[in-house]
């Protein structure tokens, strides 16, 4: 009779996987806007067009549904640093999200500078009557810009004085305006610096590189500017201020914020297989790089070591 010598394998269980580090993946991944941000040419024809008030109507309410959006992905990024990190300042980073609100008082403030500018405009209101034509409305508001009466020349031998008074006090309502929704930018920025702080000094413990703070700057962009200065030549006064504005915002909403969510998410990633490498977690397509090799492009996701179909190594993030 022959020896039976059985043999021993271990059999690992399967890993298990992180449905909440992907739920909190997938909302990261998310774009906080549903339609891209005001560029220079939209900005400056729908203004000019609407004499400034689509912008005030339309900006406001997509930077408060972006704040929003964005307020509730890092909430659920820093509830689960509190259930997971370990870390007792992993409550206030949760707590720092409540300051990425979008502030009502300023825009409270703006609505009042309007309201204002449209109540001393009907309060000075004469009983003659007026030409009420298009030509004669744009002329009077850009008082008879000669650069505008290329542009727009029927009708530019009639002004309405009493509109060009209006035109006036509606130029300094909507530099007012601009400068609230720009300060109300800024603001946000620095709170979203406050919101890093506290994570990297989390992410600096786990031995994980902390993430920077693109720099948004003040609005001061080449193109915007030279937009401004064209339309303030046009006799838009509030151009300028305009332009700033719309600068700060395309920035932030366009690059910035999704710069910010993007590393974030990677860091996440990252944390998760350091605390549990056999765990898996589902990452969205969003957050997958793309193979630096030029010929083959394929996309992977961030953990990969080396694209799945050329077989080229992954030195880091591209």
Known sequence: MTAFS??????????QTDDLAGAVLASLSRPIVRRPPWGIVKTAVLSILTFGLLPIVSWPRRLRNACLREQQ??????????????????????????????????????????????????????????????????????????????????GSGFVDLDLVRFSQTWSGA?????????LQIQLHVGDMRMFLTRFNAIATAHGLKPVAMPHTGIGLRPM????????????????????????VQYRYIGRTSYVVRHDLA???????GRQ????TVATPMRLWACCSNAQCGAM???????????????AGRV
């Not at 992977?300 to 992954?314: D, E, H, L, S």
Request: hydrophobic share 50%; aromatic share 10%; charged share 10%.
């Open 6 to 15: 059985p043999t021993t394998t271990t059999l690992d269980p399967p890993g």
């Open 73 to 154: 992905q890092l909430w659920h990024l820093a509830e689960w640093l509190r259930l997971n990190s370990g870390r007792p300042d992993a409550m206030a980073l949760r707590e720092s999200t409540q300051r990425l609100a979008y502030r009502k008082g300023l825009h409270v403030a703006g609505q009042l500078v309007l309201v204002v500018g449209i109540l001393s405009y009907i309060r000075g209101i004469p009983v003659h009557p007026r030409p009420g034509t298009l030509s004669v409305i744009f002329h009077s508001m850009y008082q008879q810009s000669p650069f505008f009466h290329i542009l727009w020349p029927i």
């Open 174 to 182: 909507l530099t007012a305006i601009f400068f609230l929704h720009w």
């Open 224 to 247: 915007w500017i030279v937009a401004g200065l064209v339309c303030m030549s046009m006799g838009v006064a509030w151009a300028l201020p305009l332009m700033i504005a719309g600068a």
């Open 266 to 272: 990677q860091r996440l990633t990252e944390l998760v």
């Open 276 to 279: 549990n490498p056999s765990a």
């Open 300 to 314: 992977f996701p961030p953990a990969a070591k080396f694209c799945p179909r050329c077989g080229t190594g992954i």
